[in-house]
């Protein structure tokens, strides 16, 4: 059964430092998703990808935030100077279309992220 | 106030009990999706539903758009169920098209002892 991926499944980055966290979506998915999860607390909503652009996006998916499809398999969310704060689980999803029937989103592994 | 809710918190059940776990949420919404959470951290989808009731296993969910309220059933409940249950929901524009984002709840914490 088709699957979304994740890598890695765990980082651990300096503050300040650039991390890029990997997703592959469901192939013949078209909208990508990523969330967060800091730890104890409930999943957020960060931003939302269709047709190579953000169609949505929350108040944490601020300038330090990216995302990016750069080969038309990955889908990648960037942070430019990692803050203790965002240390949480990242989780990618990825949904086919827009049509009713078909907006259930699968979620990835996650990767956790541990910014010392 | 948060606009997704759940009840209860946390939850602990024996072996072989019916288990209902209830949401409800303050917005106009296009669909409601039941997540499970490994211990792991790992997310899975059990419904989405937008009406009426859906089965799978030993699971099913129902909702109630009037009442802005869900349940998640579980039947003859299994120690391999514990996890946390989350109901999220996608909220829908003033102009009745869907937001593409979803709103999460707090999570059920479900404990199935042998």
């Known amino acids: 059964e088709p699957e979304v991926t994740q890598t890695p499944s765990h980082q651990v980055t300096q503050m300040g430092q650039e991390v890029i966290l990997r997703c592959v979506p469901i192939s013949n998915h078209l909208y990508f998703y990523w969330y967060r999860q800091i730890l104890g607390q409930k999943v957020e909503f960060l931003v939302s990808?269709?047709?190579?652009?953000?169609?949505?996006k929350s108040e944490i998916f601020d300038d330090q935030f990216s995302v990016e499809r750069p080969d038309g398999s990955n889908f990648t969310l960037k942070i430019r100077s990692t803050k203790l704060e965002d240390s949480a689980m990242y989780f990618c999803?990825?949904?086919?279309?827009?049509?009713?029937?078909?907006?259930?989103?699968?979620f990835g592994p996650g990767t956790r992220l541990t910014v010392l | 106030k948060n606009e997704v809710e759940q009840s209860p918190q946390n939850l602990t059940a024996q072996e072989g009990e019916f288990i209902t776990i209830n949401c409800s949420y303050s917005?106009?919404?296009?669909?409601l999706h039941w997540l499970q959470q490994h211990p792991g951290g790992g997310i899975v989808s059990l419904f989405m539903?937008?009406?009426g009731k859906k089965k799978h296993g030993r699971l099913i969910a129902t909702i109630n758009i009037q009442e802005k309220h869900s349940s998640l059933h579980i039947t003859a409940s299994h120690p391999r169920d514990s996890a946390v249950y989350i109901c999220?929901?996608?909220?829908?524009?003033?102009?009745?098209?869907?937001?593409?984002?979803?709103?999460f709840g707090p999570g059920t914490s479900l404990s199935v002892i042998p």
């Open positions: 999220a929901v996608r909220p829908l524009l003033k102009n009745q098209t869907s937001y593409d984002k979803v709103i």
């Open positions: 917005v106009g919404i296009s669909a």
């Open positions: 999803a990825s949904r086919r279309t827009s049509l009713r029937s078909h907006n259930e989103q699968f």
């Open positions: 990808f269709y047709n190579n652009e953000i169609s949505e």
């Open positions: 539903l937008s009406s």
